[in-house]
């Protein structure tokens, strides 16, 4: 199970901070990130990390502004966003590829088979 929190409305050039408790599985090493959708459009896969051996993957739009990371003792993912622009609006998404059927990349994020709920992120 993946639940995500953090989302919320900020100003243009605010911060936020997304988490993702993660519960139900004991696999050491995986590939997690983020995915977004905006009303009308494609999901774009974000980031992404291997919690394995901390790779991570960004999306170019969100690199320098954005930082994902994984605490594996608390099995929580987080997103940190800084710098938001009103393209970042979108519901975002946390998900897992707990069995690496896909490989570890931002592009692939949006395929993973375990995904949350979504929390809207707004920025005007």
């Known amino acids: 199970q993946l639940v995500e929190s953090g989302g919320g409305s900020v100003q243009a050039g605010g911060s936020l901070r997304l988490s993702c408790a993660a519960s139900g599985y004991t696999y050491s090493t995986y590939c997690m990130g983020w995915f977004r959708q905006a009303p009308g459009k494609e999901r774009e896969g974000v980031p992404a990390i291997d919690t394995g051996d901390g790779s991570t993957y960004y999306l170019n739009s969100v690199e320098g502004r954005f930082t994902i990371s994984h605490d594996n003792a608390e099995n929580t993912l987080y997103l940190q966003m800084n710098s938001l622009k009103p393209e970042d609006t979108a519901m975002y998404y946390c998900?897992?590829?707990?069995?690496?059927?896909?490989?570890?990349?931002?592009?692939?994020?949006?395929?993973?088979?375990?995904r949350g709920q979504g929390t809207q992120v707004t920025v005007s």
């Open positions: 998900a897992a590829d707990l069995f690496r059927v896909t490989a570890c990349g931002a592009g692939y994020v949006p395929d993973f088979p375990y």
